[in-house]
């Protein structure tokens, strides 16, 4: 699998999380924490190891190189918002409301990425350099997934 695929993958996973977080208004919180807790490990893995592989990759052609940092940097505003929502109590309407503006960061992000920045990528790396990418993203994601799920257990814990 190329490295698009593997990255639109991620997007529509980390979509599919969100719409079901703010549709779940009648589930209760634990279900809610265990949604939310798929979703902070789905995107913990996804903004690293995007950053470490895809993003590498990408930094030092002329054409990408002043577009990474914009995206690393949206990256942490997806991330901050992830560790306030962690904290709150998630059967609140402000949870709901930061949740929004998660989902709206996320949107952002993947707009961005796969309207400006994959169709410039596909200029700069062949096919094989996709391919190996996209298996790199993948093993990397695997590589990590214990220690973030880790760390997720112990501050939540």
């Given at each position: 699998m190329n490295i698009y695929d593997v990255l639109q993958e991620d997007h529509e996973t980390a979509s599919e999380l969100l719409a079901s977080l703010l549709e779940s208004a009648g589930q209760g919180e634990?279900?809610?924490?265990s949604l939310f807790h798929?979703?902070?490990i789905?995107?913990?893995?996804?903004?690293?190891?995007?950053?470490?592989?895809?993003?590498?990759a990408l930094?030092?052609?002329?054409e990408t190189a002043e577009r990474i940092p914009e995206a690393i940097?949206?990256?942490?505003?997806?991330?901050?918002?992830?560790?306030?929502?962690?904290?709150?109590?998630?059967?609140?309407t402000e949870w709901l409301e930061k949740l929004s503006d998660l989902q709206d960061a996320v949107e952002?992000?993947?707009?961005?990425?796969?309207?400006?920045?994959?169709p410039v990528a596909h200029e700069i790396l062949?096919?094989?350099?996709?391919?190996?990418?996209?298996?790199r993203m993948v093993a990397e994601k695997?590589?990590?997934?214990?220690?973030?799920k880790r760390k997720l257990a112990a501050v939540a814990g």
């Amino acid at each position: 699998m190329n490295i698009y695929d593997v990255l639109q993958e991620d997007h529509e996973t980390a979509s599919e999380l969100l719409a079901s977080l703010l549709e779940s208004a009648g589930q209760g919180e634990k279900q809610r924490a265990s949604l939310f807790h798929e979703l902070q490990i789905e995107l913990e893995l996804h903004t690293a190891a995007e950053e470490k592989v895809f993003y590498a990759a990408l930094q030092s052609a002329e054409e990408t190189a002043e577009r990474i940092p914009e995206a690393i940097e949206e990256h942490r505003e997806v991330l901050e918002l992830l560790e306030e929502l962690a904290v709150m109590a998630k059967n609140t309407t402000e949870w709901l409301e930061k949740l929004s503006d998660l989902q709206d960061a996320v949107e952002q992000h993947v707009d961005e990425e796969e309207s400006e920045l994959f169709p410039v990528a596909h200029e700069i790396l062949s096919d094989e350099q996709a391919e190996e990418l996209g298996e790199r993203m993948v093993a990397e994601k695997d590589a990590m997934a214990g220690e973030v799920k880790r760390k997720l257990a112990a501050v939540a814990g």
